[in-house]
């Protein structure tokens, strides 16, 4: 059973950049794909991105493609998210997520472990 923690979140103006992170430990973390998450405040969680076991196929919501980049570390137990010009509309909690299995991708409920979630927010 793996652990996850997040960190990296923090206050950024729009227009700015974040890089988060995600930690594992307790688990062999090259057999899990991953993903990231977040929740605003009054709104439902929902998928940020993901990618495979290895890191080469990766898959993102439409609301960052272009301005988020997923990637991990298989020999350091991480996985990241960079993001880019960032807007209001990013302030969230932000969640590294992972399972076993790829599809479905973006579903909350198919993800069987989750970090706490690390803060991000966007001023204008």
């Known amino acids: 059973q793996v652990q996850l923690v997040e960190s990296g979140g923090g206050l950024v103006q729009a227009g700015g950049s974040l890089r988060l992170f995600c930690a594992a430990s307790?688990?062999?973390?090259?057999?899990?794909?991953m993903g990231w998450f977040r929740q605003a405040p009054g709104k439902e969680r929902e998928f940020v991105a993901a990618?495979?076991?290895?890191?080469?196929?990766?898959y993102y919501a439409d609301s960052v493609k272009g301005r988020f980049t997923i990637s991990r570390d298989n020999a350091k137990n991480m996985m990241y998210l960079q993001m880019n010009s960032l807007s209001t509309e990013d302030t969230a909690v932000y969640y590294c997520a992972a399972k076993h299995h790829w599809f479905p991708i973006t579903r909350t409920g198919d993800y069987e472990y989750w970090g706490r979630g690390t803060q991000v927010t966007v001023s204008s």
């Open positions: 307790g688990g062999n973390f090259n057999s899990y794909i």
């Open positions: 990618l495979t076991r290895s890191g080469s196929r990766t």
